[in-house]
């Protein structure tokens, strides 16, 4: 097993994941494997119910059928083997499985990052522009918004996942975290990332900066709307279709600047990798937890759905 820091060239890594007493790894092992099973079956429960409801066939929905799908891919990329870790069992990680992993984990944020975005427009047109809602959020503008969230989180990954293929790592192969990420990965690099480093803080701007701003942006324009209603229970009625979508926004972007923001080293380690558990294990859980107990409709199709079994 290579994993000491003299290493001359690196062909795998060793992830340390969670140290702590066999207990603790147990307890947890017990603890991440319910999350991680509730998270599969909410999410794909939410899929089904708005893929057999006709109620449910509307853009915001059609939105959160392709959220859903983001939630379980960045689950599923990272828990299994964090649990197998918790068990001894998986010590180490082939170079080209790092970068895989670290590959769609990341597509997988994009792609949130740009399907909230376009979740909160729709929010903003049925709100703010309801007389034009049904002429702008057609099908094919649906589909188009759906298409490039998903093509834009998987090809700016891949122009930075390729060139860091290229790269030799030597030196120390243990990455002290729960998964392979972008910064590990640079560190364990004798090549020159001064390049990749500077796309990276690049693609930030148009990647996380530009889609938050528009999602703030819009909220602010629908609160702005929702106090000019007149009576209590229509603005009650109009905030409560945009709830569920603000409070996953608010979860996920701060947990994802918690996570790249808070120092990978020194005392804050630890807190990181909780950040980074929080990130991967539990906010996934929340997609289909918040719209299943807040979100009327949901929870007519999900009452149906459970009287036909």
């Known amino acids: 097993m290579m994993n000491s820091c003299n290493q001359t060239r690196i062909t795998e890594f060793v992830l340390l994941g969670i140290q702590g007493s066999l207990t603790l790894k147990y307890s947890l092992f017990v603890i991440l494997s319910i999350i991680y099973i509730l998270t599969t079956a909410g999410n794909v ?74 979740m909160s427009y729709d929010r903003y047109l049925a709100i703010c522009r309801p007389l034009y809602y049904n002429n702008i959020m057609g099908t094919k503008v649906c589909v188009h918004l759906v298409v490039w969230s998903w093509s834009l989180g998987f090809l700016l990954n891949l122009s930075s996942v390729i060139p860091m293929a290229q790269m030799e790592f030597c030196g ?5 975290d729960l998964y392979c990420d972008h910064a590990p990965l640079l560190s364990a690099s004798c090549s020159n990332t001064y390049i990749i480093e500077l796309e990276t803080i690049i693609f930030s701007i148009p990647i996380v900066l530009f889609p938050f701003m528009f999602v703030m942006v819009s909220y602010v324009r629908i609160f702005y709307t929702i106090l000019k209603i007149s009576t209590a229970s229509e603005r009650k009625k109009a905030f409560s279709t945009c709830s569920s979508h603000i409070i996953v926004v608010a979860i996920y972007y701060g947990t994802l600047v918690s996570k790249y923001t808070a120092p990978a080293s020194g005392n804050t380690l630890n807190i990181n990798k909780m950040i980074s558990l929080l990130y991967t294990a539990f906010t996934p859980l929340l997609n289909p937890v918040v719209y299943s107990l807040r979100n009327r409709d949901i929870k007519e199709a999900m009452h149906k759905f459970i009287n036909v079994m």
């Open 45 to 118: 429960l939410i899929i089904a119910l708005i893929l057999r409801s006709e109620k449910l066939h509307t853009p915001m929905y059609f939105f959160l059928c392709h959220l859903s799908f983001s939630d379980i891919l960045m689950s599923t990329n990272v828990v299994p083997y964090l649990l197998c870790m918790l068990l001894g069992k998986c010590k180490t990680m082939l170079v080209s499985s790092c970068l895989t992993q670290y590959f769609f984990g990341s597509s997988a944020t994009v792609s949130e990052c740009f399907l909230l975005t376009a």
């Open 172 to 176: 120390c192969n243990i990455i002290d």
